[in-house]
């Protein structure tokens, strides 16, 4: 029997054993009254230990780290204050995998503490704003404990019966929001690169931030534009408006924008409340090659910390700093290079610091996050570099031409020996 309490009744220590291993919602999804509850009572429980995937509540700090002990899968939004201060446990896999390591008890799941809108005539909850690994929380956890949002949309796909909800924590809050980042002419720059490959009937997947509103804004006058992602943001809402986003020409899906996370502010929330052109699904479904492999014309867009002159790709640390996370780049760069008349772009600016550097490198200063045999298409502000199918000495010169030109003759130096070595 489901118990229903307000937030004021929330006593964590009758549902939470000292040990245990919680699995919290991540995103827009955060359940930010459980988690603030367990900042609050955690310590007094002992031993606790929480994964969370991406993080932009703020919430997390490193002054609220002694409550548990907390894991990633990489330090996305917020989390970077938490893996600057080395108070953050990351754990490498791609968000395809999480699922998959919950079920076979690789990663501790306990209790799952997820966030939910409320529930309709037949007592079901959507899982609102997030889907990816949440329902194989819920199906592993031992003690279920949701949010129920009165302000969580209730969109299509993923759902909780009430049945499985051990215990109802009713709120009234506004679920977590991301403002759309400010586009600056870099951005804008690289967006019109990116814009190239996308064409009538193409299908896109692609993150959120500048360079990601930039690409979907230049899109406007395009026709029967598909959406296949693991996250969306308020662009998904510009393009409805334009009138370029249908599915229609999907093989699969027709008709419906397929994605795992909603990432952005109560516009896109609105826009998907009980919206059946947007099917919310888990990361199974986003993420799976045998999925994917369905699509023609896909389109996929991915960022990265710094990129080599052989096509190697680091998107999760600069230095000795981790900023980024492996994510589902990996998927997703696979599926659009095997896509019939698709695409995978890695875009990002060419420098960083003010210019200082270059993220164009001779050689990484960070792990490999897509190997450079998985690489299609390399685009910062100067230009696109088309790598896939070419020899590395041809790789290195085209990855030379998109660098910033203060560092060009480095790079070429650098380029030259690849030459001479043909590798």
Partial sequence: MTISISAAELELARFVQ??????????????????????????????????????????????????????????IGALRSMSKAHRLGVIPC????????????????????????????????????????????????????????????????????????????????????????AISATDEAIARHCAEFIGDGAVIQTGVGAVPDAILRLLHDRK????????????????????????ARKEIDRGVSINGALIGTRRLYDFAHRNPSVRMTRTAYTHDSTVL?????????????????????????????????????????RAGVRSPGGHSIIALPATARGGTISKIVAALSGPVTTARSEVDIIVTEFGAAQLRGQPLAERARRMVAIAHPDFREALARAAHGIEQRGF
């Fill in 293 to 333: 492999a369905q699509l023609s014309r896909l389109v996929t867009v991915n960022s990265a910390m710094e990129v080599d002159l052989t096509g190697q790709v680091n998107a999760e640390q600069s230095g000795d700093m981790y900023l980024g996370g492996t994510g589902g780049q990996l998927d997703f760069v």
């Fill in 224 to 247: 029967d534009l598909g959406v296949h992602s693991g996250m969306l943001g308020d662009g998904l809402v510009d393009l409805a408006d334009a009138g370029v986003l249908t599915n």
């Fill in 94 to 181: 791609h968000v395809e995998q999480v699922a998959p390591l919950i079920e076979r008890g690789i990663i501790g799941c306990d209790v799952a503490m997820v966030q939910v809108s409320p529930a309709d005539a037949q007592g079901n909850h959507s899982f609102g704003l997030i889907s990816d690994y949440v329902q194989a929380a819920v199906a592993k956890a031992h003690v279920v404990i949701a949010e129920v949002n009165a302000q969580v949309p209730y969109t299509l796909g993923e759902t909780l019966p009430a049945s499985r909800i051990d215990v109802a924590v009713h709120v009234d809050r506004p679920p977590v929001e991301v403002m759309p980042a």
């Fill in 18 to 75: 000292p040990g245990d291993a919680i699995m919290l919602g991540q995103a827009c999804g955060e359940p930010t009254t459980l988690i603030e509850a367990l900042i609050a009572q955690g310590q007094g429980i002992g031993g606790l230990d929480a994964f969370i995937a991406t993080s932009f509540s703020g919430i997390f700090t490193p002054s609220t780290a002694d409550a548990f002990r907390l894991s990633s899968m990489g330090a």
